[in-house]
């Protein structure tokens, strides 16, 4: 009993040092590969997002008793301590993936010399099969968690194959896309893009943009 309520103390001491630098990983490699502050600022902010909501799906379900027959556990009434931090780290490396990819292809035709607008759409069109695609693979991959008697692993599943949804669906998909198209060119700062050549989208091929 002791060595739990060590463990427990010691855990939540050491939390914020690992969230902190978890965000300030995130923060320094977006805006160093994309040369934009906003970037980086956009993707802490859509990665916490992600994980705040995942967090709030699984105390729905696990601290309350309405899916105990559905999922075939007991619930104690709370979330295992090492779990938020285990789903935390977890969660920004997958939702990292995601961002990179789809700011990769908008910022490929930004870098041509369409408007961000235009960017955005053709680059959200290129990559949505791909990043839809992937989630399907991955949640599939959690759920089987979620059929183990361990609630652990039920717990972790749950939470990955929620974070995964909600992050290809509403944060890649909807979200980044309006603030990129909302902020604009002022998405790139400090870093100036190419001037606009025309109002037409982009057209890609298999390396990336190219005029049309």
Known sequence: MARSIDYVEHQGGR?????????????????????????????????????????????????????????????GGFITSRIPLILFVILFGLSMDYQVFVVSRIREGVLAGW???????????????VVTSAAVVMVSVFVSFMFVSLLELKQI???????????????????????????GPRSWWPSRPAATASARPPVFDEVGPRAS
């Open 15 to 75: 939390t914020p040092y690992v969230i902190l630098f978890v965000l300030a990983v995130t923060f320094v490699m977006m805006s160093i590969a994309f040369r934009s502050v906003v970037i980086g600022l956009i993707g802490v902010g859509l990665n916490v997002l992600s994980a705040a909501a995942a967090f709030g799906a699984l105390v729905i379900v696990f601290q309350g008793t309405w899916a105990q027959d559905l999922l075939g556990f007991t619930s």
């Open 115 to 129: 408007p961000t607008r235009q960017a955005v759409a053709e680059g959200i069109t290129r990559s949505a099969g």
């Open 157 to 183: 599943g749950f939470g990955l194959a929620a974070a995964v949804i909600l992050d290809a669906v509403m944060i890649r998909i909807l979200i980044l896309p309006s603030v990129l198209t909302l902020l």
